[in-house]
């Protein structure tokens, strides 16, 4: 009997767009895994985020002593 191997063509920003959250998650953690990023990649909503946090790298000075230690407790907590 043949064998036949249906082609399915799938755009990128469809497949994307319809993927949930844990899917992402999953899809961003292979792009990663397998070396295709380096950088941050996240999900959209993710950007109010990911500026506030760039703002903290640039803003150590800022910080009282229990504000660093909070931040660091946080950290350890989910790292």
Same mark, same amino acid.
């Given at each position: &009997?043949?064998?036949?191997?249906? =082609? $399915?063509?799938?755009?990128?920003?469809?497949?994307?767009?319809? #993927?949930?959250?844990?899917? &992402?998650?999953?899809?961003?953690?292979?792009?990663?895994?397998?070396?295709?990023?380096?950088?941050?990649?996240?999900?959209?909503?993710?950007?109010?985020?990911?500026?506030?946090?760039?703002?903290?790298?640039? =803003?150590?000075?800022?910080? =009282?002593?229990?504000?660093?230690?909070? $931040?660091?407790?946080? #950290?350890?907590?989910? $790292?």
């Amino acid at each position: &009997m043949p064998t036949y191997y249906p =082609s $399915i063509e799938i755009e990128v920003e469809e497949f994307v767009d319809d #993927c949930s959250d844990s899917e &992402m998650e999953a899809l961003i953690s292979y792009i990663r895994s397998e070396g295709y990023s380096t950088g941050r990649l996240g999900l959209p909503e993710d950007n109010k985020w990911n500026d506030a946090v760039d703002k903290l790298i640039d =803003s150590k000075w800022k910080l =009282s002593s229990e504000d660093e230690a909070t $931040i660091l407790r946080i #950290c350890d907590k989910i $790292i």
